[in-house]
């Protein structure tokens, strides 16, 4: 009698173990993820970074997510445009766009002599196909290489953080003409992050990595739930 209780409990709390290792497992699988365009290639056309291939890097074994970021390290010259729009994909080019499906997050300044660096990055907030390209020079580098188109899955949906866009997110550029010629001073928009930043230099590192630690996280995932089903059948 005693002994079967003994037995009981254990067995109990042995399930219990076994539910929260796999909670535990699936967690860390579905964290967010921040992925950097291009890796330490960045985001420029092919005049500049012959090798680009945005659609290869973007197809190659990546899962976007609601909630993951995209990181673009690029310059004052490389615009950064997000769009749901098929059309204004596909004709490269944002000017008549509607702020509805389309989001300028860096303006480039065809006027200025002198180029510096500028890191943007977009949250992934809608499910289904995004379409990001660079509007400048009437298309011309979007034609050029730059510009591919990801679809994003639901994952663990949207965190706090993001929830509220208009309060939350950092604020993008409409997608208005004029701003393509406006002053220099109001091209730096507040969503401008210092490319030095701590922060980004550790981004940078991490996503080179991404497709690995989801690897390894996929047989760590798969040796365990081996693992906890054997001990859970004896
Ligand atoms: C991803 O990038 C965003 C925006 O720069 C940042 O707030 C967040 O901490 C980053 N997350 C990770 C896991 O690096
Ligand atoms: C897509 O954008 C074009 C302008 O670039 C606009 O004419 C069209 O109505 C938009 N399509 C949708 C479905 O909103
Ligand atoms: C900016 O980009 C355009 C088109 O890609 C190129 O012709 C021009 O030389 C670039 N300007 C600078 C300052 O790099
Ligand atoms: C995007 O992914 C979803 C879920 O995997 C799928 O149902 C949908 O058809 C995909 N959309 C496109 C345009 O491929």
Redesign the pocket.
Known sequence: MEERRCCGLSLLSLGFSCILLLISFTGSVQAYKNYTVGDSLGWYDNSQKPKLNYQKWADDDKIFSLGDFLIFNTDNNHSVVQTYNFTTYKLCDDDDALSTDTTEWSVADPSATATYPVTVAVPLVKE??SYFFSGDYDGDQCKDGQHFKI?V?HGQGLPESLKSPSEQAPAPNSPDVDNADSAPDTVVNSDFNHPHDEDEDHVKKDSGSISLYVNLLGMKLLVSVILVAMICIF
């Open positions: 289904g196909m679809n899955t």
